[in-house]
């Protein structure tokens, strides 16, 4: 079973402002949260279950894959079959298709991954300075634990 599709960074933005149950799950590691940073949807308030509207999910860890992916979505306040959408996030866009496609087959969403991720793709030079969530002028912040 295939996830729901992709959408740029400003049309997954655009999602989570008109639809309150949706909700936006970051799936890299932690070190890439806090040395990087990550999207900020405060702006947006809290879901229309009054849940948080993001998620701090590591889909991989430095270690192999996150056995725990899925039971840590049901943790985050996502229920199978409740058909809230949900936008997945990695640095350039290639984990969260996995993430997709792994709640997907486990009954959550629709699941959209987020093209371009939130760094986004390389240049010439190797920098990540061509497109993404961050480049593209989206709202991010710092992470502390906890979020």
Known sequence: MSYAGDLTPQQAWDLLETNPGAILVDVRTEGEWRQIGVPDTSALGSTDAGGNREAFIEWATPFG???????ELAAAG???GDER???FLCR???RSIGAATDATAA???PAY???EGFEGDTDAAGR???NGWRLRGLPATTYTAGE
């Open 65 to 71: 894959p996150n056995e725990n992916f899925i039971a």
């Open 78 to 80: 996502l229920t199978p």
């Open 92 to 94: 350039s866009g290639n």
């Open 107 to 109: 009954g959550f969403g």
């Open 128 to 130: 990540r300075t061509v």
């Open 113 to 115: 991954n987020i093209l």
């Open 85 to 87: 959408p949900i936008v």
